[in-house]
Each structure stands twice: as C-alpha cells, then as structure tokens.
C-alpha cells in the first residue's frame, strides 16, 4: 500500500476528514502508518490482542511498550501515532519557546506533529485516565545530536501539559529483553479456541499445576504429565498454560529469563479467578 502524500494544507485536511488521527477502540486510525513513514529501521504491523485492529509501530522499542500496553491489565486502549492538532498550537508553542517548527521534508508545510502512544488506562477507582507517552531510546536523548530531538519534545511535552494529559517518556529501561521476548511468546496464545476456554478445565489445570511443584520435572515434562491427566494433546496443554500466564492466573518473574520448556518449571503463584475458585469450591 502506497504511503500518503503531505505536500499542501489541503492533503492535511482532506486526512483529517478521512479520519486519520481520528476514532478510539478498533475505529482508531493511526495518523501516521508504516508505508507514510521512510525507513529508518525496523517497522511493525501487529493485529492486535487487545484492540482489535492492525497497530502501527515505527521501531522495535514501540512493538516492545505495545506488548506491554497489550500486558497491562490497566491499559483499555491503545492509540499509537496520535497527531497533535490543530497545527497552529504547536507552532504557538514552538513560537513561544524559541524553537524552530518542523515542516514536511521538501516542502514548506509545518508538520503535524505525533506522539507515540497515547493510551486510556483504569484507574484504581474505576475512573478512566488518558496518557500521552513518547517512546525514545536512550541514546537519542544524549550528547549534541540530541538537541534538536529535545527541542521538539519540549513541544510535545507542553502541548499535552495545555490539554491536562500526563505525559512522559518511555526508554528500553522500562523492560528487559527478557521480559519482550516473553511477552512475545504469550501473546500468541492470548486467545485461546472456545472448547479450550471452560472455567472447568482450567480449573483442573491450575489445581493439576499446583501438585506439580513438588516434583523436579521440566515445564515440557509437567505439561505432559497434566496432559495425560486431564485425556487433551500436550500441544492444547502448552496453550492453555501459556494462556493463562498472559492472563496473570499463573504468575511468573517474566523479566529474569526467558520461558523455555526445557527449562526447569520455574516458580509460580495461582490466582483463581471468581468463576473458577467458585467451581474448585463446589467440587471439593
């Protein structure tokens, strides 16, 4: 797919009318795509687990805080390359601080500016919260060639602060590689086939893991032991415990060592949800 073109005010415009930058949920459409954006490195296009629809991420560190988003059971949505509109505030600000305003490569045009994500997260009293968060890596925020970045992300950072929205940035020291690479894996297993989803078996499953700690086996061989238990192939067993290790019911340190099941099984919490503790109940 052809990127867009940004050559005139009008091309502006007619992508806001078209509902780029616009919408919330899966009606969300990223101001900027992959193919409207020149290579810099690695891009990704994910469907989403969360917010069903394709996300739009311009580095491995965005794909990185997007499976974290994706993670967290706070974040209720995920709006990622969010322009900053009207244009005319941003160049009030840059204005006001003295900065230089960006414009569209070969072209006279001020460029609409974007932040990275900005995400809706609950709150702990069930009110719900918009934050703004730019994602940048440490080496971009250091030494000389750092200046001009800085400089923009002061406009970013006061633009936000005008509209009352919490506003940061996040670096690769948020996460380990451990915790990505992990968090990768999981997320393939976030949804499960509907005859692997009954609160019964995974009752069984969780009350079949909790016997296993004693035993000295390898992840691969406490799977196949609760496979064999519960009459399911190994492979459904394996889906079903990453499955629930993305939905936090079997609590692991994601952020030490990579999930290998080879690996011995390592430590774990249960965390029995209302409709399964009520059945474990009912059942002993």
């Known amino acids: 797919m052809r990127g867009r073109r940004f050559a005139s005010k009008q091309d502006i415009e007619r992508h806001i009318a078209n509902g780029f930058g616009g919408g919330a949920g899966a009606g969300y459409m990223p101001w900027l795509r992959v193919q409207d954006v ?3 490195g690695r891009s990704h296009k994910i469907l989403g687990v969360k917010v069903e629809r394709i996300h739009h991420l311009l580095s491995d560190l965005e794909r990185a805080y997007l499976l974290v988003c ?3 059971e706070d974040v209720v949505d995920i709006r990622e390359q969010y322009p900053l509109l009207p244009v005319e505030s941003t160049q009030a600000i840059a204005r006001a601080i003295g900065v230089r305003y960006p414009k569209y490569t070969g072209t006279t045009l001020p460029l609409v500016m974007t932040t990275d994500f900005l995400l809706t997260v609950k709150q702990p009293n069930g009110d719900f919260k918009t934050v703004a968060r730019t994602i940048k890596y440490q080496h971009d925020l250091k030494g000389k060639d750092a200046v001009r970045t800085l400089e923009k992300l002061e406009v970013e950072r006061r633009f936000w602060m005008s509209q009352g929205v919490d506003w940061s940035i996040v670096t ?7 915790l990505i690479k992990n968090l990768g894996l999981l997320r393939r297993y976030a949804q499960l086939p509907r005859a692997l989803m009954g609160s019964s078996l995974h009752c069984d499953f969780m009350e079949a893991m909790e016997e296993s700690k004693v035993y000295p086996w390898t992840t691969a061989e406490c799977l196949r032991k609760i496979a064999a238990r519960l009459s399911i192939p190994y492979g459904e067993a394996r889906d079903i415990f990453f499955n629930l290790i993305w939905r936090k019911l079997i609590q ?11 690996s ?12 399964i503790a009520a059945l474990s109940e009912k059942l002993s």
Do not use: C, G, M, Q
């Open 70 to 72: 994706e993670f967290s």
């Open 252 to 262: 692991i340190d994601l952020s030490s060592a990579p999930l290998h099941l080879k």
């Open 264 to 275: 011995p099984l390592p430590d774990f919490n249960l965390v029995y949800p209302s409709e």
């Open 172 to 178: 690769e020291e948020l996460f380990t590689p451990d």
């Open 38 to 40: 020149p290579s810099r």
